[in-house]
């Protein structure tokens, strides 16, 4: 895990993440993992959805920090960060270029920034 400033403003850690379906090998992507304590779940590019071809689970009401609530598909996935697997993983889907590593993941490891 690094620092980025170039990529995230305000600088933050990142990592880097291989995601696929789960219980499959592949299709894999890999991308950049922000760390987000203050998510519940963890949140994937838009984009990945269509590149792995993962099937819609059952629909999630998420709220963020204005407490607007918003209905989202959730996806089963396998990840990789930190030589570690970790094995279907729920997770949703948004316009953005980077993973949300949310507390469902991060509570995995032992954090220290």
Not at 31 to 46: A, C, H, K, N, Y
Not at 87 to 105: C, F, H, N, S, Y
Request: glycine share 6%; charged share 25%.
């Amino acid at each position: 895990m690094k620092y980025n400033d170039s990529i995230l403003k305000p600088p933050g850690p990142i990592i880097s993440v291989i995601v696929r379906p789960a219980g499959r090998a592949s299709p894999t992507r890999t991308r950049l993992g922000e760390l987000d304590t203050g998510s519940d779940i963890t949140v994937i590019p838009q984009s990945l959805v269509k590149a792995l071809r993962l099937v819609p689970k059952y629909p999630v009401v998420m709220s963020g920090y204005d407490d607007a609530e918003t209905e989202r598909w959730a996806y089963l996935v396998d990840m990789e960060l930190a030589d570690c697997i970790l094995e279907t993983i729920k997770v949703v889907a948004v316009p953005r270029k980077t993973i949300l590593l949310g507390r469902d993941v991060l509570n995995h490891f032992v954090v220290t920034l």
